[in-house]
Structure formats: C-alpha cells, structure tokens
C-alpha cells in the first residue's frame, strides 16, 4: 500500500445538501477497490481557473488515501466518466 494525495473537483451543478453524499462516494470508490481514506478535507466552492465542460465553479476535495498501486488506475479510471467529478488529480505522496 502506497500513500496518495487525491484532490478531486466536483460538479459545481450538485446541491451543497448533496456535497457530502458525492465525497462519500468518492470514499467508498476508494474503499471498494481496497484502499483506505486516511484524512477528508473539503476546501468548498471555488472558482476555476478556466472553464471545465462549461463550469466555471467546482467543489473541491482533498483526501489522504493509501491505495495499492495496481488499482490506482482503476479508480483513476473510475473518476474520469464519473458525472459528480469535473477534474482529479491523483499524486503519490511517500517515498518512490
């Protein structure tokens, strides 16, 4: 199991009512795929730095994970034809 740094960018179109059952999804995609979500950390609604798919506005999320390294693609895979994520960034944080 490595650690990683995932920052995932939510659809700014979902209610914030709703953020908190969209990060729990993201959580459960880790956990199904069995890793562990080590620390949540919601920053909110912020502006983009360029339109997205015609989004200007993203909630975003950070989360410590750790992850084998075989199913980071997967979950990676997982995220990019997900209607709840604009953008994520998925960084390895421990040593190489």
Not at 28 to 42: C, K, W
Not at 78 to 91: E, M, N, Q, W, Y
């Amino acid at each position: 199991m490595h650690e990683y740094e995932l920052v995932v960018v939510m659809n700014a179109d979902i209610a914030e009512e709703d953020v908190p059952a969209a990060i729990e999804r993201v959580t459960a995609a880790v956990t199904g795929r069995g890793g562990e979500v080590v620390e949540v950390t919601p920053w909110g609604r912020r502006k983009l730095a360029y339109p997205i798919s015609r989004h200007s506005e993203g909630n975003y999320v950070l989360t410590q994970i750790r992850l084998d390294p075989l199913r980071a693609h997967e979950l990676e895979s997982g995220f990019a034809i997900s209607d709840d994520i604009v953008r994520h960034l998925l960084i390895r944080t421990d040593e190489a």
